[in-house]
């Protein structure tokens, strides 16, 4: 019923016990996740992969690849070499998470716009959707133009499309990345008091171009917050969608999983 599209469940924080997350993610409905390729850093990109080929379990595992902006000034030219022999791996839908980050200053905001340019023609090339990563500095809107800008410039041409993951926008950042032909994602922080503008677009949002996700193991849903987040909590994300769109959550679960399906050209996960 429920399908949990963007955690990093290959992470070190599930390292004592991800079989028992897996678990507990398929007992509350969970029936695939998407697992994020970013790891610690370029070095790591095929981490995902590895969980999904590894994975024994009856939730499915797929794939991403990608450097995140956090560690774009560790990119060196044979990380792009790796990225592209690994884009045709079948366990890869998709690449990323990639995008700005001007909240941090772990890497500088030009060497984040060369990355992050660079990756999507690499996407462009293994005919991948693109998972964005888009989080502005405290007092500015800076990363939001500059991301979706260099989107327009640089990948909306391709026809692919793309998630805006774990959106904390506005409605009309949220109009903009729709018009381009992308799906808005929502994670826990929908579930947060002072999460208003998030909960306003996820109430417009079109019934066919929404996700749901947790971002585990970070921003645990309420009445998880302050816990590690894990893929079976993303029925709190759609238990609290669900009123602003006169549903039920098990419908937003429905409704998301099939969205994921189509956006990405899979079968149902569920015999």
Not at 192 to 209: E, G, L, W
Request: net charge negative; glycine share 8%; with cysteine.
């Amino acid at each position: 019923m429920y399908i949990d599209s963007h955690c990093h469940l290959e992470g070190p924080k599930f390292a004592q016990d991800r079989d028992e997350v897996i678990r507990r993610a398929q007992q509350a409905g969970v029936e695939a996740v998407l697992a994020i390729g970013n790891g610690d850093g370029p070095d790591e990109v095929d981490c995902a992969i590895r969980l999904a080929e590894s994975n024994r379990s009856k939730v499915k595992v797929y794939a991403s690849l990608g450097v995140h902006p956090h560690e774009a000034r560790l990119v060196k030219n044979k990380h792009y070499d790796r990225m592209q022999e690994l884009a045709s791996n079948p366990n890869v839908i998709a690449w990323g998470e990639i995008g700005l980050d001007y909240y941090y200053d772990h890497s500088p905001c030009d060497t984040q716009k060369e990355v992050f340019i660079r990756q999507m023609e690499l996407a462009r090339v293994a005919k991948l959707p693109i998972i964005i990563h888009c989080r502005p500095s405290q007092s500015s809107d800076d990363a939001w133009q500059d991301c979706l800008a260099l989107i327009r410039e640089h990948w909306i041409s391709s026809g692919i499309g793309g998630v805006l993951h774990c959106f904390t926008g506005e409605k009309h950042h949220a109009t903009a990345a729709l018009d381009m032909g992308f799906v808005i994602s929502f994670a826990g922080n929908v579930t947060y008091p002072k999460a208003q503008n998030i909960r306003d677009a996820a109430a417009m949002v079109p019934a066919d171009r929404f996700f749901i996700e947790t971002d585990s193991p970070y921003l645990a849903p309420v009445p998880h917050r302050g816990k590690r987040n894990e893929p079976a909590f993303v029925t709190e994300t759609a238990r609290v969608i669900a009123p602003l769109r006169g549903l039920s959550g098990e419908d937003v679960g429905r409704q998301s999983a099939e969205n994921f399906r189509r956006f990405f050209g899979l079968r149902n996960t569920v015999s």
